[in-house]
C-alpha cells in the first residue's frame, strides 16, 4: 500500500500556513526531485515534531500536473469548477503548487514554511500565503463549529485516499481549496434565528436542525448529498479560519478520493436545487479563489523522481 501524506488525513490543529506557488519554466526536472524531498521532510518532521502535531502535505495544481508528471495522470484530475449564477461566483485561480502545513505552533509552522521555501529557491514564485488559526471549539468565524459531519477514524482515509480504482494514484488525493471573503458586518446584523437558519443547526448548542425544520436554502441541505445509488457523498473538510482586520473568512480545503463530490455540493450551493433555492451561506460570504490539485501518494512522488 503507497504511503500517503500526514496532512491529508491529519486531525485539526491550531495553527495552518498555506503556501501556493506557480513554477518558473522549465522547472520540472529540478522540481520533481525537490517535491519529493519536500513531501519525504514533511513526513519525517511528523515524528520529530510529535508534540505539537505536525502534518503537512504537497499538492500539484490540476493544470500544471501534465508539465511536471507528463507519463500518468489521476483517472479524475481536472480543473476547477466554473459556477456562477447572480451574485454567485465561484472565482477560478489555477496554481501549480499547494503546499500544506500545520501544527500546535506557530513557531514550528514559520520554520517549516523557511524550509520549503529555501528548497523551492529559484523554482518558483509565492503566489499567496495564508495563515489559519483554531477559533474557540473549532468554530467558524461565522460561530458555528464546522466540521462536525466530517467522517471520523479510519472512515477519514476511506472518504479522502483515492483506492484501487485507480492503482497507479492509490494513496493520493483530490484537493479542492477556496478562500472565503465573509462579510462580518452582514452576518452579525441578522438575528441567531437567522443565522441557524442559514446554516441548519443551532449556534451554541451545535444542533442539528430536525428535517421538516431544516430549509432548503440551508448550508447543511444543500451540502448533504447523496448519489443516484442513495450513498452520502463525502468530503473530508480540512477548512480553517484565516484573516486580519482587513479581510478574513474561511480557508476552505477539501480532500476525496473523487472531485465528484466537492463539485456537486459547490454546484448545489452556487445553483441550488433548481427550484430557486441556493446556499444562503453565500449570501454573507464569497470565494475569492479558487483551485484543485492532487496530492499524491509519497511513493508515487518519489518513483516519478527518479
Ligand atoms: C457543514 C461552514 C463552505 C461542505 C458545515 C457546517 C458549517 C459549515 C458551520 C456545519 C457543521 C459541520 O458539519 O461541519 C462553512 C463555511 C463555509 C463552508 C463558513 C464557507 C465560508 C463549504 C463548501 C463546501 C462545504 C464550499 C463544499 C463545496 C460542507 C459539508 C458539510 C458542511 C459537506 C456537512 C453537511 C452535513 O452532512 O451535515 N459547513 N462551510 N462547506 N459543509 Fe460547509
Not at 9 to 37: D, T
Not at 97 to 103: G, K, P, T, W
Not at 186 to 194: A, E, M, P, V
Amino acid at each position: 500500500m503507497p504511503r500517503e501524506q500526514a496532512g491529508v488525513c491529519a486531525e485539526g490543529n491550531l495553527h495552518g500556513l498555506y503556501l501556493l506557488f506557480n513554477a518558473e519554466e522549465q522547472a520540472e526536472p529540478a522540481l520533481r526531485g525537490v517535491l519529493a524531498e519536500i513531501a519525504a521532510w514533511l513526513q519525517a518532521s511528523v515524528d520529530q515534531n510529535a508534540d505539537s502535531a505536525f502534518n503537512g502535505f504537497v499538492a500539484v495544481g490540476a493544470n500544471y500536473w501534465d508539465t511536471l508528471y507528463p507519463e500518468a495522470r489521476p483517472a479524475n484530475l481536472r480543473p476547477f469548477p466554473s459556477f456562477e449564477q447572480e451574485d454567485r461566483k465561484a472565482p477560478v485561480q489555477p496554481v501549480d503548487l499547494f503546499i500544506h502545513i500545520r501544527s500546535d505552533r506557530v513557531d514550528i509552522n514559520h520554520v517549516a514554511a523557511m524550509e520549503v521555501c529555501h528548497r523551492l529557491t529559484g523554482l518558483v514564485q509565492l503566489v499567496e500565503e495564508v495563515r489559519s488559526f483554531r477559533y474557540l471549539d473549532n468554530r467558524d468565524l461565522t460561530g458555528f463549529v464546522d466540521g462536525t459531519e466530517n467522517p471520523q477514524g479510519v472512515h477519514r482515509r476511506e472518504v479522502a485516499l483515492v483506492g484501487g480504482e485507480d492503482e497507479a494514484f492509490r494513496g493520493g488525493s483530490y484537493i479542492h481549496v477556496q478562500r472565503y471573503q465573509h462579510n462580518m458586518d452582514r452576518w452579525n446584523g441578522i438575528s441567531l434565528k437567522q443565522q441557524e437558519d442559514t446554516i441548519g443547526r443551532t449556534k451554541v448548542e451545535n444542533i442539528e436542525y430536525v428535517g421538516q425544520d431544516k430549509p432548503l436554502t440551508c448550508h447543511i441541505k444543500r451540502t448533504n448529498l447523496k448519489d443516484e445509488q442513495g450513498n452520502s457523498m463525502e468530503i473530508l473538510r480540512q477548512s480553517m479560519p484565516y484573516g486580519t482586520m482587513k479581510e478574513q473568512g474561511l480557508f476552505f480545503i477539501s480532500c476525496c478520493r473523487t472531485p465528484v463530490h466537492f463539485e456537486a455540493q459547490l454546484k448545489s450551493m452556487i445553483h441550488g436545487d433548481g427550484q430557486g433555492h441556493y446556499d444562503h451561506l453565500l449570501n454573507f460570504t464569497q470565494a475569492v479563489t479558487g483551485a484543485a490539485f492532487f496530492a499524491p501518494s509519497l511513493d508515487f512522488m518519489e518513483c516519478a523522481a527518479e
